[in-house]
């Protein structure tokens, strides 16, 4: 029980970013089409923030279910890479509670789960579940709040909202300084090239491609490094 | 509409789900490190897609959206709240505090800029 408590408040970092994006996904949804009750079941059934805000772009659009979901499935499809990075982390779980943490498995969660808990807690199925259901709980939340709330939600405290934005970028920066600290150089190097092609992709307005070229490109350009270094 | 809608959500949900678990359930199956006697290039590379990925997000949630208007303001007010953060996160190794940090400066920053 101390674990899934742990893994609950782990997760509060990830709530305080989500809140916000969230509360934005539900008014985009509505404005897009859907109604309150479908802009909720999306986030319920996708969970994916990058993906949902493609899929009300392309609704608005008038794009096609197949081209809509093939999309998604490309946006998403990073995701096919955390499972393998933390499976080092996660062997004795046992297959039906993996398959139970895998639905929860974004962005963010899986920048969590790379650190694990720091306060002496084993990596366990209850830390990672907890951290999870905090980090569903705010993403589904947030979604109701903007979709039955809509844009007066976020006028209420505009700077505040714009400022809880900041709060996953604040995340990250914690978590990059701690996977990095005593690190080898090949983490720095995976790093620094993974943000330089980041970076560029950004720029060319392709994002969520950036995101997946980096998790491929960081690995390949350290390892080569090192083999060359030998 | 209302169909067309659900079997979009059905197919991309459970297409997400999969990408998610398949890999994860395979690696899992993967020969026990334990019988290994060193770490293959494989292991290697999946230690570092960890870093790799949050350089990469972390990049990519600084950076304003490059079409956006007042880009370099928005990308400096972003820089500008981040060193706190960073400093914070080097001393205390906190993910709370440096949430906090982070959030605090930048919200100061965005309602100074709102000052006559």
């Given at each position: 029980?101390?674990?899934?408590?742990?893994?609950?408040?782990a997760?509060?970092p990830?709530?305080?970013?989500?809140l916000?994006s969230?509360?934005?996904?539900?008014?985009?949804?509505?404005?897009?089409?859907?109604?309150s009750l479908?802009?909720?079941?999306?986030?319920?059934?996708?969970?994916?923030?990058a993906?949902?805000f493609?899929?009300?772009?392309?609704?608005?659009?008038?794009a096609?279910?197949?081209?809509?979901?093939?999309?998604?499935?490309?946006i998403?499809?990073r995701?096919?890479?955390?499972?393998?990075?933390?499976a080092?982390?996660?062997r004795?779980l046992g297959?039906?509670?993996?398959?139970?943490?895998?639905?929860?498995?974004?962005?963010?969660?899986?920048?969590?789960?790379?650190?694990?808990?720091?306060?002496?807690?084993?990596?366990?199925?209850?830390?990672i579940?907890?951290?999870?259901?905090?980090a569903?709980?705010?993403?589904v939340?947030?979604t109701?709040?903007?979709?039955?709330?809509?844009?007066?939600?976020?006028?209420?405290?505009?700077s505040?909202?714009?400022?809880l934005?900041?709060?996953l970028?604040a995340?990250?920066?914690?978590?990059l300084?701690?996977?990095?600290k005593g690190?080898?150089?090949g983490?720095?190097?995976?790093?620094?090239?993974?943000?330089?092609?980041?970076?560029?992709?950004?720029?060319?307005?392709?994002?969520n491609?950036?995101?997946?070229?980096?998790?491929?490109?960081?690995?390949?350009?350290?390892?080569?490094?090192?083999?060359?270094?030998g | 509409?209302?169909l067309a809608?659900?079997?979009?959500?059905?197919v991309?949900?459970?297409g997400?789900?999969?990408?998610?678990?398949?890999?994860?359930l395979?690696?899992?199956?993967?020969e026990?490190?334990?019988e290994?006697?060193q770490?293959?290039i494989t292991?290697?590379?999946?230690?570092?897609?960890g870093?790799?990925?949050?350089?990469?997000l972390?990049?990519?949630?600084?950076?304003?959206?490059?079409?956006?208007?007042?880009?370099?303001?928005?990308?400096?007010?972003?820089?500008?709240?981040?060193?706190?953060?960073?400093?914070?996160?080097?001393r205390?190794?906190?993910?709370?505090?440096?949430?906090?940090?982070g959030?605090?400066c930048?919200?100061?920053?965005t309602?100074?800029?709102?000052?006559?």
């Amino acid at each position: 029980m101390r674990s899934l408590i742990e893994g609950l408040r782990a997760g509060l970092p990830i709530a305080a970013g989500y809140l916000p994006s969230a509360i934005a996904f539900g008014i985009v949804a509505t404005e897009a089409g859907l109604n309150s009750l479908w802009a909720t079941g999306v986030s319920a059934v996708i969970f994916a923030g990058a993906s949902q805000f493609a899929l009300a772009g392309l609704l608005a659009a008038g794009a096609s279910v197949p081209v809509t979901a093939a999309a998604l499935l490309f946006i998403n499809l990073r995701h096919a890479l955390y499972g393998p990075s933390l499976a080092p982390r996660l062997r004795g779980l046992g297959r039906k509670r993996a398959a139970t943490i895998s639905f929860g498995l974004t962005d963010e969660v899986f920048a969590l789960a790379s650190r694990g808990p720091t306060d002496g807690q084993r990596f366990s199925f209850l830390w990672i579940a907890g951290l999870e259901l905090t980090a569903y709980a705010s993403w589904v939340g947030g979604t109701w709040i903007g979709a039955y709330g809509g844009s007066a939600v976020a006028q209420t405290a505009p700077s505040l909202s714009a400022a809880l934005g900041f709060a996953l970028p604040a995340l990250f920066i914690a978590l990059l300084i701690s996977l990095l600290k005593g690190a080898g150089r090949g983490a720095l190097v995976a790093a620094a090239v993974a943000a330089a092609v980041a970076t560029g992709f950004h720029l060319a307005e392709m994002s969520n491609t950036g995101i997946l070229a980096a998790a491929v490109l960081g690995p390949a350009t350290a390892l080569a490094a090192g083999r060359l270094r030998g | 509409m209302n169909l067309a809608l659900l079997g979009l959500l059905v197919v991309v949900g459970l297409g997400t789900y999969l990408m998610r678990a398949l890999p994860l359930l395979t690696a899992l199956r993967r020969e026990q490190p334990r019988e290994r006697q060193q770490r293959t290039i494989t292991d290697e590379a999946l230690s570092l897609i960890g870093p790799s990925v949050i350089a990469a997000l972390l990049v990519t949630s600084l950076l304003p959206a490059p079409q956006e208007e007042g880009f370099w303001s928005a990308l400096a007010l972003a820089i500008v709240a981040a060193v706190p953060a960073y400093m914070v996160a080097r001393r205390t190794g906190s993910l709370g505090l440096t949430v906090i940090a982070g959030v605090a400066c930048y919200w100061l920053l965005t309602l100074a800029a709102t000052l006559p």
